[in-house]
């Protein structure tokens, strides 16, 4: 299956890159450019490719909100989209992933991790390393959990879930990879990524970001920072 992408990057030299590297791989394909972040929510709604791929700092409407409105909540069809930027910063990351984005890669990545990014996000699955994720629920844990203690039960946002797929998920949102959970509940990686693809069915979420989120919020994790 071929993947369709758009590049939306001010920087002509890097957009430039970064076609030519995508159209370069046999399952992907560029369906578009964009130089700016109103011209590439036009261009991804008109074109519908797989991945978005989007910087931050964008002119006349920057990536964040760019992201936000292709698929934040309450987006019908949300996009997926994978932000890309120069800059390594928590509160960026944060507000990538708030806005719906489903990864996030510094433009220093090499060609094959962007190719690979793609091909991720492509699949439904979050592009966010388990280090990146507990240090983020660390320091923003008060942002994404409601005010007021913890539920003693189960909140009904969850209620979907079996006892051993609530495990999972409080392993996902502490940050976790498949190989880890795998470890730490004695179960093969398989098995693991069956019970990640039903919990996202069941929860009716996009990725595991999403995921990790509903989680917090949920309270089935306690704060960290």
């Known amino acids: 299956m071929t993947v369709r992408v758009l590049v939306c990057e001010d920087q002509e030299l890097v957009r430039t890159g970064y076609v030519t590297i995508f159209s370069a791989q046999p399952d992907l394909e560029v369906v578009g450019e964009a130089a700016d972040g109103r011209a590439g929510l036009e261009a991804a709604r008109r074109l519908r490719p797989d991945v978005v791929v989007m910087d931050v700092r964008l002119p006349v409407l920057d990536g964040i909100e760019a992201t936000r409105q292709l698929a934040g909540p309450g987006v019908a069809e949300p996009t ?11 509160e960026y990351v944060y507000e990538a992933l708030r806005a719906g984005a489903s990864g996030f890669l510094l433009k220093d990545a090499p060609p094959r991790t962007l190719v690979d990014g793609v091909r991720t996000v492509a699949a439904g699955e979050a592009l966010l390393s388990p280090a990146v994720t507990r240090r983020l629920v660390g320091r923003f844990a008060d942002r994404i959990r409601p005010a007021g203690p913890r539920a003693a039960d189960v909140p009904s946002a969850l209620a979907p879930l079996a006892p051993r797929e609530i495990e999972v998920l409080r392993l996902i949102a502490e940050g976790l990879s498949n190989a880890e959970i795998a470890d730490r509940m004695v179960l093969s990686r398989e098995t693991v990524k069956t019970y990640v693809s039903r919990i996202l069915t069941k929860l009716g979420l996009r990725d595991r970001v999403q995921a990790v989120v509903l989680a917090h919020r949920a309270g089935l994790v306690a704060a960290t920072g």
């Open 80 to 90: 997926k989209v994978l932000v890309v930027t120069t800059f390594n910063l928590d």
